[in-house]
């Protein structure tokens, strides 16, 4: 067929090249994943180490949590994957684009549980020292169950906006959904499909995960 008789969208490419876009999907979803869990982790103990009464550690994580808001998160991952190596520690690509969205989107967690913590009542902690609870017990058993329920919702904006920032981890050259179909596309210098493809999964995965947060938030209060 000449390329003046091809249709704007070949659905028999489509169907071929789905295959190659799954396998993107695959890293895709993974590197949101692990990302996610090392933000929230990490965020969680950047948050508690802001509010710690030893001023240099407060100072050190205060520090971290605006250089790493301030820069682009493309930076950070072009300084995992090219200079951090220099210095002996070097990961694989996909690792390394984990460890830049994970740290990225950490700092922006820890700002989501910081407003968590204080929105809890100075009151609780004066209880919790009125019984003689440790420092540690309290946060667990009685600040954070009241701080992290209703910053859920916000976490979970973050997790869809790390879905949609994967794309970024190409420049290191981890194949994920939107590499995995220029690859495709290159082969045969058709993008229409492959690009097509691509938008409409993010679209609907974003959409999925937006409804899921969504339900997963608090209810209403009572």
């Not at 295959?19 to 990490?42: E, I």
């Not at 017990?137 to 869809?160: C, E, H, K, S, W």
């Not at 999964?201 to 999925?208: E, K, P, R």
């Amino acid at each position: 067929m000449a390329p003046a008789d091809r249709p704007v969208f070949d659905w028999a490419f489509a169907r071929e090249v789905l295959p190659t876009l799954m396998d993107g999907l695959a890293v895709t979803v993974q590197a949101t994943l692990l990302g996610m869990l090392l933000a929230v982790t990490l965020g969680l103990a950047l948050a508690l180490m802001r509010r710690a009464r030893f001023q240099p550690m407060a100072w050190s994580a205060a520090l971290l949590i605006e250089f790493v808001r301030s820069t682009p998160l493309l930076m950070q991952l072009f300084f995992l994957f090219y200079v951090l190596p220099v210095t002996g520690v070097q990961f694989s690509p996909l690792a390394t684009g984990v460890l830049g969205l994970g740290v990225h989107y950490a700092a922006y967690c820890a700002e989501v549980y910081r407003a968590g913590l204080e929105s809890v009542p100075r009151g609780q902690w004066e209880a919790a020292l009125a019984l003689n609870l440790g420092r540690w017990r309290t946060l667990r058993d009685i600040i954070l169950p009241q701080a992290i329920p209703p910053v859920m919702p916000a976490l979970g904006n973050y997790f869809v906006a790390m879905f949609k920032d994967t794309p970024l981890l190409s420049a290191i050259t981890v194949v994920e959904l939107l590499q995995a179909s220029k690859i495709a596309g290159s082969a045969t210098f058709r993008y229409t499909e492959p690009l097509t493809l691509v938008g409409l999964i993010f679209l609907a995965l974003s959409l999925a995960a937006a409804w899921l947060v969504k339900k997963a938030g608090p209810g209403p209060a009572r």
